[in-house]
């Protein structure tokens, strides 16, 4: 079982639509990170978010820790076929201990 | 370029068999993580060790064992493999608990493909 749950598992999309990505546990985490992973490589990390309600902005992307910091939200604006990939999200236990969601495969159709 | 290098990069094997993977992190970072990564559990946290110590264990299965070296480079071992092994195996590294601020940041490496058959 998965401690983070990304809602959709996958997504499909013409190039210039805004999509939203969602990351939902039950567990409070310390902070919870958003990595974006391309075939055949490793995560690469986008971004850190640490303070509930925090709000963090990667150019077209927007990223939002809730603020019972038990959740979290990627929202990509007039999606570009670059932004193609694997989304994962990150919540980090006491410790440095890191869970991954489940992941969101986004395809952003030219 | 993560500065983790991991190798095998693939690696077929028969069930039963053993195999060790390795890990060497970014040059400076103490701890290490081992991930398994498969089309219906997604990434899936192994085991941590920093500073040659085990930290914190996650869904790693009995037949696997791992252990960091004191030059940081890191193994993952899986014996009496079992069809239900073929992953991807990812290891990061991370500068840990030093407060500053790229603390917690996980740097992968490009991964090993394991195949049972």
């Known amino acids: 079982t998965q401690l983070l749950e990304q809602s959709p598992q996958f997504l499909s999309i013409q190039e210039g639509e805004n999509l939203t990505v969602y990351c939902n546990s039950s567990?409070?985490?310390?902070?919870l990170q958003w990595y974006r992973q391309e075939p055949g490589e490793g995560p690469v990390l986008l971004v850190t978010?640490?303070?509930?309600?925090e709000v963090k902005k990667l150019k077209r992307l927007t990223f939002q820790f809730g603020d019972a910091r038990k959740d979290s939200s990627l929202h990509i604006t007039a999606a570009q076929p670059g932004d193609t990939g694997l989304y994962l999200c990150?919540?980090?236990?006491?410790?440095?201990?890191?869970?991954f969601g489940t992941g969101t495969s986004l395809t952003v159709i030219p | 370029d993560s500065g983790v290098t991991q190798t095998p990069k693939h690696l077929i094997t028969a069930t039963g068999q053993r195999v060790t993977l390795r890990c060497s992190p970014r040059?400076?970072?103490?701890?290490v993580y081992w991930y398994q990564q498969s089309l219906d559990q997604g990434l899936q946290f192994l085991i941590q060790?920093?500073?040659?110590?085990?930290?914190a264990k996650g869904n790693i299965l009995e037949r696997f064992s791992a252990q960091q070296f004191p030059d940081l480079h890191s193994e993952l071992n899986l014996s009496s493999l079992e069809l239900g092994d073929s992953a991807l195996y990812f290891c990061?590294?991370?500068?840990?608990?030093?407060?500053?601020?790229?603390?917690?940041?996980?740097?992968f490496g490009e991964g090993s493909r394991l195949t049972v058959l």
């Open positions: 990061a590294s991370s500068v840990v608990g030093t407060g500053g601020p790229n603390t917690g940041e996980l740097f």
């Open positions: 567990s409070v985490f310390s902070s």
């Open positions: 978010v640490v303070t509930g309600g």
């Open positions: 990150a919540g980090e236990i006491t410790g440095n201990q890191f869970y």
């Open positions: 040059s400076g970072d103490l701890s």
């Open positions: 060790y920093y500073n040659g110590e085990e930290r």
